[in-house]
Nanobody, 124 residues
Framework: VQLQAFGGGLVRAGGSLRLSCAAS????????WGWFRQAPGKEREFVAA????????SYADSVKGRFTISSGDAKNTMYLQMNSLNADDTAVYYC??????????????????WGQGTLVTVSS
């Protein structure tokens, strides 16, 4: 199974982007889908996660109120709507997935499935 993330690009500060993530196998499903990001010279950081199509969600403080994670109609898709983007949001964004408890959703070590990353660049 492969995850594919797309939707990144160049946007001006204050603008919006919508990232998508899809699994290669139609039968693939996961309890938890999420996003991590890594900016140049910085460590990978948690962005958002969703549990079982919306039963629970978790956001990093830095994106809370601006980003929204959601599940697609198909069980193997997931989205990240990003609004009010600023320069600090510039990073490569990775989608992830795993089964299990929502506890520990912010730990990137817990995810066996990773997308290839999509670059988001916010110009000031």
């Amino acid at each position: 199974v492969q995850l594919q993330a797309f939707g990144g690009g160049l946007v001006r500060a204050g603008g919006s982007l919508r990232l998508s993530c899809a699994a290669s196998g139609r039968s693939f499903s996961a309890d938890i889908w999420g996003w991590f990001r890594q900016a140049p010279g910085k460590e990978r950081e948690f962005v958002a996660a969703i549990y079982r199509s919306g039963r629970d969600r978790s956001y990093a403080d830095s994106v809370k109120g601006r980003f929204t994670i959601s599940s697609g109609d198909a069980k193997n898709t997931m989205y990240l709507q990003m609004n009010s983007l600023n320069a600090d949001d510039t990073a490569v964004y990775y989608c992830v997935a795993r089964d299990g408890s929502f506890q520990g959703a912010r730990d990137h070590h817990a995810y066996p499935y990773w997308g290839q990353g999509t670059l988001v660049t916010v110009s000031s």
